[in-house]
T-cell receptor, first 112, second 115 residues
Framework: ETGVTQSPTHLIKTRGQQVTLRCSSQ?????VSWYQQALGQGPQFIFQ???????GRGNFPPRFSGLQFPNYSSELNVNALELDDSALYLC???????????FGPGTRLLVL | GNSVTQMEGPVTLSEEAFLTINCTYT??????LFWYVQYPGEGLQLLLKATKADDKGSNKGFEATYRKETTSFHLEKGSVQVSDSAVYFC??????????????FGTGTRLTIIP
């Protein structure tokens, strides 16, 4: 059991606002990835952090940014929210040489 | 680029029926293959995985075999239960890009089991 937690569970914002989502793992996994899952779709890779550095990014604009902290917790920041940003945001953690990623329960964001 | 194609749903079966959910992939490297399951209102749970050709992943009665010759990783279960109702995602991870092993997912297959 990896104990991956995300906060908040649900969030409502309006267009143009900014949002910060958080992810933490009890097991101290040092690699974290963020995914966006639109309704009825599979998750799409946003970016990955390893040892506090971004080391991979999907097809998302720069207004999606992230941080990883020394305790391996992570934040996803989205600026200038758009209606299409409404989705379930998932973080996934793993150890650096492991292949399996373990997902948190997600944060459901609604942009009005 | 990498891609995953899943059998479109939704799929509705009676309890104790045999289940197959098809998954094929396209990858430039030597991917690992995964099945994840998502129950209503929850995140993704790893169901099973296979890391090389001819490997069989199995868990909770579900099985999938990594077929390199057909680029497939079909999910099967011999006798489904109502509790198996969920959305199932096939995914791959390209291990040739160490440090950035992003998962590429299919669109998901919604499975409903009726008593």
């Amino acid at each position: 059991e990896t104990g991956v937690t995300q906060s908040p569970t649900h969030l409502i914002k309006t267009r143009g606002q900014q949002v910060t989502l958080r992810c933490s793992s009890q097991s101290g996994h040092n690699t974290v990835s963020w995914y966006q899952q639109a309704l009825g779709q599979g998750p799409q890779f946003i970016f990955q952090y390893y040892r506090e550095e971004e080391n991979g990014r999907g097809n998302f604009p720069p207004r999606f940014s992230g941080l990883q902290f020394p305790n391996y917790s992570s934040e996803l920041n989205v600026n200038a929210l758009e209606l299409d940003d409404s989705a379930l945001y998932l973080c996934a953690v793993k150890q650096d040489r492991a292949e399996t990623q373990y997902f948190g329960p997600g944060t459901r964001l609604l942009v009005l | 680029g990498n891609s995953v194609t899943q059998m479109e749903g939704p799929v509705t079966l009676s309890e104790e029926a045999f289940l197959t959910i098809n998954c094929t992939y396209t990858a430039t490297g030597y991917p690992s293959l995964f099945w994840y399951v998502q129950y209503p209102g929850e995140g993704l749970q790893l169901l099973l995985k296979a890391t090389k050709a001819d490997d069989k992943g199995s868990n909770k009665g579900f099985e999938a075999t990594y077929r390199k010759e057909t680029t497939s990783f079909h999910l099967e279960k011999g006798s489904v239960q109502v509790s198996d109702s969920a959305v199932y995602f096939c995914a791959l991870s390209d291990r040739s890009n160490f440090g950035n092993e992003k998962l590429t997912f299919g669109t998901g297959t919604r499975l409903t089991i009726i008593p």
